[in-house]
């Protein structure tokens, strides 16, 4: 789990139908649900890091449970497998960090005093640049806040706190919940925006809500990036005590910047001091996996939506020892959430009749690195978005014994709220506040990935009443576990764990998200809350099937981002115009020998028979724009001029970038209208680009039966 407490995080959207039925605290199934515990917590899984044995391990487990319950595998690829391309970012623990006054030069320790990671993906980064104190580092103009305003920080090294200004009125950040603005990744998403070099976040254990101990690691990993995005050259902490030598040089402290910081009107302020930096950093290109599994749905039109399940895999692997043990064995973080989930797959499997829509188990990697399996997902949904309908997440939960109590952190801000409180009361679960909303857990798991994208998602806690135990009972247990346990290796498995709750937690999920598999209708955020507008627009996104000689290739259209040029190709399938269409040309690597710029597509057009029915030119929809990129099954319009394109498209196999606005594969620099994604049949795509060819024209060409929408 990212930076939080222990205690369970359940996100899901919701509709509004029928009441599932309630799970007994079956014993059975309690023990079942402590031995997946005790196996993926156990050494030989080496604490489950991303690209390791324990990684393999710990995949191989729950693929193989979700066969066992009866879940068809779910990836693109016909597996449990959904392949996550990552790059494992490590930085030299030699690495070296100071700061210069005049003639005054403060060092800083590697890892004690300053950690984090290079965003540029390079091998050697080095940096010497004016500092910048920035506050917050915010800029949220509906609170009417700017912690950027009248500085130029390009190429500047930022100086910040993570957290917001303080509030009490839910009106301006939020009151005392945090929002995003508040959160680490906002800060230096900010800083990446406004061009700074580096940004160093000065940790507070009030500020951060966990101990510098949690940040301080060296390793990372980072989904890989365009090499032409801006990049922070290092996205680093600094302890409070290397806050305070730094603010020093300064004539400033700590506590009185971060007071400055919290002060309505604030204005960033040059530091008058140089920091310089030189990082090393070992970069390792590995392929992850996410796991997942489908259970399709009882209905033959409501089938292609989907409630999804979702919990992470990973935990940290092993590293520095702590108490004699170098294993992150990642119990409670994550090895609880991943148990439910299986759980989860084999009760509702185990449902007969089975609900209408069908229901997605997905289990995550990398979300200690930040979420990154679940938002490679969000980018790559299996299920188009738009037709997502819950997602029920299950992370870090501590097993106390049978809840009295819940938390539905977020649950308010969806349409779904009146089903949830039914749901808890039905279950007997009081709802209780969310007692950690002031740091921010809502946006620190996977959920927050999917609520980004659009998709209705909330948290669901376990409370702190727990039955026949006293009231502070598991407070205390929290402290316990954040200040000895967090992201150690001491996070093991404990005789004295009480799973009881567990299966009220599966209960009322069940009963929350089959609801929602046999309602009317999806939910959505209410009007004005921060993910609405994602949500109507993946609700803008159509998918098509086209259907060729050699099978189907299902394609997802970016109606909301490119809705010229989706209108127009829908245009084309809709008057029937692709139909014995054909695949005509492949471009490979190795028959385009008088390009410089090499890519990879095949491309398809009308019939010949068709061709004079062929609709006007359209205006070139630029990425630049769109917010869209030529990655690997990306669909985009074929062209030769600007606003020339008409009804010829192309498909990308592996990223090519060179095709967006500014790349050189087209001298006029405009790039393409990319306007959707290969969603499933990418091997038809790869069988069609190595059809037979003469030069680039296939011979034959490929016959496009028709292309229908889905």
Same mark, same amino acid.
């Given at each position: ?524 955020? =209410? /009007?004005?809350?921060?993910?609405? $507008? @994602?949500?109507?627009?993946?609700? +803008?996104?159509?998918? *098509? #099937? ?119 594969? =087209? /001298?006029?620099?405009?790039?393409? $209208? @990319?306007?959707?994604?290969?969603? +499933?049949?990418?091997? *038809? #795509? ?25």
């Amino acid at each position: 789990m990212v930076n939080r407490n222990l205690m369970l995080v359940v996100s899901f959207l919701v509709s509004n139908s029928t009441v599932h039925s309630s799970l007994a605290a079956d014993p059975v199934q309690v023990e079942r649900l402590r031995a997946d515990v005790k196996y993926l917590a156990s050494d030989r899984l080496e604490g489950r890091a991303p690209g390791t044995r324990g990684e393999e391990l710990a995949t191989d487990y729950i693929a193989k449970e979700f066969e066992k319950a009866g879940l068809k595998p779910a990836s693109e690829r016909g597996t449990f497998f959904q392949p996550v391309p990552l790059i494992r970012v490590t930085t030299d623990p030699k690495s070296t960090l100071s700061a210069k006054l005049g003639d005054r030069v403060i060092d800083f320790r590697c890892e004690d005093e300053f950690a984090g990671q290079s965003h540029s993906q390079q091998p050697d980064v080095a940096f010497n640049a004016d500092a910048v104190f920035v506050g917050h580092g915010i800029t949220a103009p509906e609170f009417g806040w700017d912690d950027y305003a009248g500085i130029d920080v390009k190429g500047k090294v930022v100086i910040l706190f993570t957290n917001e200004p303080p509030s009490n009125d839910p009106k301006f950040f939020g009151g005392t919940a945090l929002t995003y603005y508040g959160r680490w990744t906002f800060k230096f998403e900010e800083a990446t925006r406004r061009g700074a070099k580096a940004a160093f976040i000065i940790h507070t254990t009030e500020t951060a809500g966990y101990p510098y101990s949690v940040i301080k690691p060296l390793d990372g990993a980072q989904l890989r990036r365009d090499e032409k995005e801006p990049a922070l050259a290092f996205a680093g902490w600094l302890s409070r005590q290397a806050g305070e030598k730094l603010l020093g040089l300064a004539g400033k402290t700590v506590e009185g910047a971060l007071n400055e910081a919290d002060t309505r009107g604030f204005k960033a302020v040059p530091l008058n001091l140089r920091i310089k930096g030189h990082m090393p950093t070992k970069l390792e290109n590995i392929i992850s996996k996410n796991v997942v599994g489908m259970i399709e749905g009882s209905d033959p039109t409501l089938k292609a939506e989907t409630v999804m399940f979702t919990a992470h895999w990973d935990h940290l692997g092993v590293g520095r020892a702590v108490l004699g043990d170098n294993i992150y064995n990642g119990a409670a973080d994550n090895a609880t959430g991943c148990a439910m989930l299986m759980e989860l797959a084999r009760t509702w499997a185990a449902q007969n009749p089975r609900p209408k829509r069908s229901a997605l188990f997905l289990a995550t990697t990398a979300e200690e690195k930040g979420l990154l399996g679940a938002l490679y997902y969000a980018n790559h949904p299996l299920v188009p978005l738009a037709k997502t309908a819950i997602d029920l997440n299950f992370d870090m939960i501590l097993p106390l014994g049978a809840l009295e109590s819940v938390v539905v952190n977020g649950a308010e801000r969806t349409t779904a709220w009146p089903i949830v409180q039914e749901a808890a009361r039905k279950h007997q679960l009081d709802i209780e506040p969310d007692r950690r909303a002031h740091v921010g857990i809502f946006y620190r798991s996977d959920h927050f990935a999917l609520a980004r994208a659009g998709v209705p998602a909330f948290s669901i806690a376990a409370g702190q009443r727990i039955k026949g135990k006293p009231a502070d009972l598991a407070q205390k247990a929290i402290e316990e576990f954040t200040a000895k346990a967090y992201h150690t290796p001491q996070d093991e498995v404990r005789d004295d764990w009480d799973f009881g709750g567990f299966t009220q937690l599966i209960a009322l999920a069940m009963d929350i998200a089959g609801n929602i598999a046999n309602g009317e209708r999806l939910p959505t955020w =209410n /009007p004005g809350d921060e993910f609405r $507008a @994602a949500r109507d627009g993946s609700a +803008k996104k159509v998918n *098509v #099937v086209i259907q060729t000689e050699k099978g189907d290739i299902e394609v997802e259209l970016e109606g909301a981002k490119a809705p010229n040029t989706v209108a127009n190709f829908l245009k084309y399938v809709d008057g029937k115009l692709y139909d014995e269409a054909r695949f005509h040309r492949t471009v490979t690597v190795d028959n385009q020998p008088d390009k410089k710029t090499k890519i990879e597509v095949i491309q398809a057009g009308v019939s010949p028979v068709k061709a004079k029915e062929e609709l006007a030119p359209i205006a070139l929809e630029r990425t630049r724009d769109t917010g869209l990129s030529h990655r690997d099954g990306v669909i985009s319009m074929a062209r030769d001029g600007p606003d020339t394109a008409t009804g010829d498209f192309f498909i990308c196999i592996g990223d090519q970038l060179e095709l967006d606005f500014g790349g050189k594969r =087209n /001298p006029d620099g405009q790039g393409f $209208a @990319a306007f959707g994604r290969v969603v +499933k049949g990418m091997d *038809v #795509v790869k069988a069609i680009q190595a059809s037979k060819a003469n030069g680039q024209s296939l011979t034959p060409s490929i016959r496009i039966l028709k292309i229908v929408r889905k």
